[in-house]
């Protein structure tokens, strides 16, 4: 006799549909970003546009559920864009802090006037009720799976 693993149909489903629309968003979106900016790249001067404030690589690393390394590509090509400003820690030389340029700042602007009619299609075929309603629950979802083991 061999053990069946038995996992709730429901709990399958919402994953593979969460999977599928992370898929589906990704190819919609990176389409209608400028040329030359990945979906990474506008999450990056995304997040600092909205924070207003400098943030280390790691940190940054550790906001974006990414290694060290892939925080460091991204970040290296946002610099030679100009999209980035990288300096160092005036106090402790090994660290560096990383702040939005004005460049960066008109390029998140530009990519998100071109997503913009990606989001607005979606917004008006689901209805702001229903995104309401889906929220907490991704984001108590995304709660929930960000915790470490």
Do not use: G, I, S
């Given at each position: 006799m061999t053990d069946q693993v038995t996992t709730d149909p429901l709990a399958i489903g919402l994953f593979s549909e969460i999977a599928t629309v992370d898929q589906l968003m990704?190819?919609?979106?990176g389409k209608a970003l400028p040329r030359g900016m990945a979906l990474s790249h506008f999450s990056v001067l995304n997040y600092l546009a909205g924070i207003h404030?400098?943030?280390?690589?790691?940190?940054?690393?550790?906001?974006?559920?990414v290694t060290r390394a892939a925080m460091t590509n991204t970040l290296t090509r946002l610099d030679r864009a100009g999209y980035v400003h990288i300096r160092p820690d005036w106090?402790?030389?090994?660290q560096k802090f990383v702040a939005i340029s004005p460049a960066g700042m008109r390029a998140r602007d530009q990519a998100v006037s071109a997503m913009t009619p990606v989001l607005e299609g979606a917004m008006r075929e689901l209805g702001a009720d229903n995104i309401r309603a889906a929220?907490?629950?991704?984001?108590?979802?995304r709660t929930l799976l960000s915790t470490d083991e």
């Open positions: 990704r190819a919609r979106l404030a400098e943030r280390t690589p790691a940190q940054l690393a550790r906001v974006f559920h106090d402790d030389a090994r929220l907490p629950v991704l984001r108590r979802l």
